[in-house]
């Protein structure tokens, strides 16, 4: 075993941080290290410029533009990203729908749809969920209904993330009605701009609009757009969301938080001594760096097993619960760095009150207590490890 | 031992508890918290009419001449109802500190005003650096010919935007972080040289920035002796921690049980989520965590009289207990609603902040842990 990083491996760190020093805009970085809110534009140009390099899609095939990294140079990536505060990437279009075209689509469909994805043309959500469908995401009702060469689609959607600027939506559609939950369920792409898709704001807890509600109304589709066999949506369904689950460690971002929460520490002064000297508080970031160091091995030695560039199996479950607590610990820790200064909610564009790093440190706790929720909660992962590593 | 209230006692629970059934309901709470205040005036009034703002005050000065127990008794069913109204900052903060220092002239005049109702006033303590160190003061007062002349800025002061009046510490001698050389002054929010920049908090509150720029003072704007008035700052922060404490169970109980009955109507799977043993014992957490904060707000409610040593030990460790049973059930009442826990129209979400907020005000968990350490007594072995 050798732990640290080979030439070629350090060779390429340099590539990454040369990349980014020169082509990810300051004002962008700066809003993402004070967690804020981008606009549509400044996720796309970021994105576009990933494209120019070739570096958009880090795990897909090289045959269709992806990067064919193994998982040190995805890793390498992931960290250097975060430590530059490069924005996140948005999973739906390249890490999740992307995938299940790549393995399940039409020679059509590949066609019309990855190189738009990878260049960024068009902007994905997911449309999953439903308000009886959370965790038991077998359970959606919405119906398509075959009528000629369309499916005419009815029913809601909900917990869309961005759904607001979408072009394009993936969802699972109920297709037989009679078949046992799992198997008369379809995977189908559909155009948000299709009559009878209304989009409606739902605003979370930290006032934010992130969420929406989709209904769907009499919204026909074209066959051509259903993915894989129709009722076989369920694999399609299940083999995606083990790519939502790669990366899903969130290793990069943490270390750039806890980065970040150091030097805040350093700089806040309390009690007339640096806030990172008082006992209690350095004693729960040791231990929140001893907490990632653990995350980030378990990470390395999960996706280093993972099949020839494939990806983990239920493994990824130990890293979904590992890191979203872990990242869920440090936001609390921010806020508790502020003090008396995490109270104020001041919306973008409102002046500071307090220390600047302060403005953010409360909603983004509240914010990130959706990482133990979303993409199979932190309770399902556990269910999926009892039952798919320990045969319980 | 007696755990009973009295009948006294009894009747304040109702009155509140009718009150808020009444004149509370969310809606009409996220109706208050998006006006222009904050909150409501007419609400302000009925909490004056009911002589729930007295609560705290002798019998002489119109008020219920009510300890600890009647302070919980009445602010646990303003935490049931996430009530916004200033009852903390006017009442109970800023009150005491009158109450303790206040000539009788000023008392009847102040606290006359504040049990009526007519006016609402903010505490303003705590300062930008401080943190949660109530004697790190730099705010200065300095005597002149026609009184004091005030200088500097107070953080956070809570319902600062909107008092009529502002109860400020300021220094008078010695430096940073000395117990002595504080004084107390009323100052109307509105003189010349006072300038607040008011915003809403995280858990639909209001507070302010505020600094003071040569703000000239009258002598007797003084609350009590010059350079004294640090037992009344500390009184008031305790009987601000019993209140606070108190909140928190109330809405911890809101929490609990609205959290409960999601799980128990909620279907995943074909069943109520409740059925799932996973969250079963995550309930019982936070059922154990809400007894374990009630628990510690009537010990604290019963130790303002106690001697110093033992009454600081006991307000640390309540409001220890409650920060940390506080964070637990706000994220465990999110965590088991699941997305809906995340919504803005979820009346759980709101319990969860407040609960997470009141651990940033007059000190966090780590804070009072940190004073509980320095108490911590060593008691010899009872042979
Ligand atoms: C901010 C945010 C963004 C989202 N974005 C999207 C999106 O873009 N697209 C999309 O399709 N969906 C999205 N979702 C929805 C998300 O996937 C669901 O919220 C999630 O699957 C949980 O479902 P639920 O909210 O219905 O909770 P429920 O399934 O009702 O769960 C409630 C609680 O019960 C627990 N629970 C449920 N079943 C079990 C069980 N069998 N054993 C033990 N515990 C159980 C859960 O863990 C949770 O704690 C988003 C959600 C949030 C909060
Ligand atoms: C030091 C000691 C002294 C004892 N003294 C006495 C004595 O004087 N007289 C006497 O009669 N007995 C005595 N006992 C026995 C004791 O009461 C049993 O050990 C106890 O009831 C647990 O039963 P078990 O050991 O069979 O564990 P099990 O019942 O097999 O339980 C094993 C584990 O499964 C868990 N578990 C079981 N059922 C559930 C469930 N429905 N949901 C979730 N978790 C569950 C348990 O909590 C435990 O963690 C003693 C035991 C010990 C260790």
């Known amino acids: 075993m050798d732990l640290e990083y080979t030439a070629e491996e350090l060779a390429f760190r340099d590539e990454v941080r040369a990349f980014l020093r020169e082509q990810l805009p300051a004002t962008i970085a700066a809003k993402i290290k004070h967690n804020r809110r981008l606009t549509k534009d400044e996720h796309v140009l970021w994105q576009k410029r990933l494209h120019q390099r070739g570096w958009a899609a880090v795990h897909w095939p090289t045959e269709h533009g992806g990067t064919g990294w193994g998982p040190i140079e995805r890793h390498i990536f992931d960290e250097e990203c975060a430590a530059h505060h490069a924005p996140p990437m948005l999973p739906f279009g390249v890490s999740m729908v992307a995938p299940v075209i790549i393995k399940f689509g039409t020679e059509q469909q590949k066609q019309q749809y990855l190189p738009d994805i990878l260049a960024s043309n068009v902007w994905w959500c997911q449309g999953y969920s439903e308000p009886g469908a959370g965790s038991d995401l077998a359970g959606v009702k919405t119906r398509a209904v075959r009528d000629g060469d369309h499916y005419v689609v009815n029913g809601q959607k909900t917990w869309t993330t961005l759904g607001q600027h979408a072009d394009m939506i993936f969802c699972l559609v109920r297709t037989d009605p009679n078949a046992k939950k799992q198997e008369g369920i379809s995977f189908l792409l559909i155009d948000m701009n299709t009559p009878g898709i209304t989009v409606r704001p739902l605003i979370t807890l930290d006032g934010e609009h992130e969420v929406n509600e989709v209904f769907f109304d009499d919204v026909r589709v074209p066959v051509a757009n259903l993915v894989g066999e129709e009722n076989k949506g369920w694999t399609c369904a299940k083999y995606l969301l083990t790519y939502e689950r790669t990366g899903i460690a969130g290793v990069g971002q943490t270390k750039s938080l806890l980065s970040h929460l150091k030097t805040v520490a350093s700089e806040q002064i309390v009690n007339g001594r640096p806030l990172i000297e008082e006992p209690l508080f350095r004693a729960r970031l040791a231990d929140a760096e001893a907490e990632l160091m653990a995350l980030e091995m378990t990470n390395l030695r999960t996706v280093s097993a993972a099949a020839d560039g494939g990806v983990p199996g239920a493994e990824s479950s130990f890293l979904k619960i590992m890191g979203t607590v872990l990242r869920q610990e440090i936001t609390d820790l921010f806020r508790r760095a502020a003090g008396p200064y995490a109270m104020p909610f001041l919306s973008e564009g409102d002046d500071a009150v307090g220390p600047e790093f302060a403005g953010a440190v409360a909603n983004r706790y509240f914010n990130y207590r959706k990482l133990s929720i979303y993409g199979g909660s932190n309770e399902i992962q556990r269910n999926i490890i009892a039952k798919a590593i320990l045969g319980l | ?383």
Request: glycine share 10%; net charge negative; charged share 25%.
């Open chain 2, 1 to 383: 031992m007696d755990f009973k209230l009295n009948d006294e006692q009894r009747m304040l629970e109702e009155t509140v508890g009718r009150l808020v059934r009444d004149a509370y309901g969310f809606e009409t709470r996220e109706k208050n918290r998006n006006s222009a205040l904050g909150f409501s005036t007419e609400m302000w009034q009925q909490l004056a009419e009911l002589g729930l703002l007295g609560v705290p005050f002798s019998e002489e000065l119109g008020g219920f001449n009510g300890g600890g127990q009647e302070l919980m008794v009445v602010v646990e069913g303003f935490g049931r109802a996430l009530l916004l109204e200033p009852y903390l900052a006017t009442v109970v903060l800023s009150g005491t500190v009158i109450d303790r220092l206040g000539s009788d002239e000023q008392k009847a005049q102040l606290l006359g005003s504040i049990i009526g109702g007519e006016q609402r006033f903010a505490l303003a303590a705590y300062e930008g650096q401080a943190f949660y160190d109530h004697t790190q003061v730099t705010t200065r007062a300095v005597a002149n010919a026609d009184g004091y002349l005030l200088n500097g800025s107070k953080a956070v002061v809570l319902h600062g935007d909107s008092a009529d009046q502002l109860v400020v510490i300021a220094r008078t001698s010695g430096d940073d972080g000395d117990a002595a050389g504080l004084t107390a002054f009323v100052v109307a929010a509105d003189a010349a040289g006072v300038s607040r920049r008011g915003y809403p908090t995280v858990d639909g509150l209001r507070a302010a920035e505020i600094s003071f720029d040569n703000v000239q003072l009258a002598a007797a704007a003084r609350l009590g002796d010059e350079g004294a008035a640090l037992p009344a700052l500390e009184a008031a922060i305790e009987r601000g921690i019993v209140a606070l404490c108190a909140e928190a169970c109330g809405a911890m109980e809101v929490a609990c049980d609205q959290t409960l009955e999601y799980i128990k109507e909620r279907q995943q799977f074909g069943v109520a989520i409740g059925r799932f043993q996973a969250l079963q014992h995550r309930m019982v957490d936070m059922r154990m965590a809400l007894e374990k904060a009630r628990s510690m707000t009537i010990l604290a409610a019963c130790s303002l009289e106690l001697p110093a040593a033992e009454r600081q030990r006991r307000l640390a460790a309540a409001k220890l207990i409650i920060g940390k049973t506080g964070r637990l059930v706000s994220e465990e009442a999110i965590q088991l609603h699941g997305g809906m826990g995340m919504m803005d129209e979820t009346a759980v979400s709101h319990y969860a902040k407040r609960l997470v907020m009141i651990d940033h005000q007059l000190g966090d968990q780590q804070y009072h842990l940190q004073r509980l350490s320095a108490l911590l007594a060593v008691d010899d072995d009872v042979a």
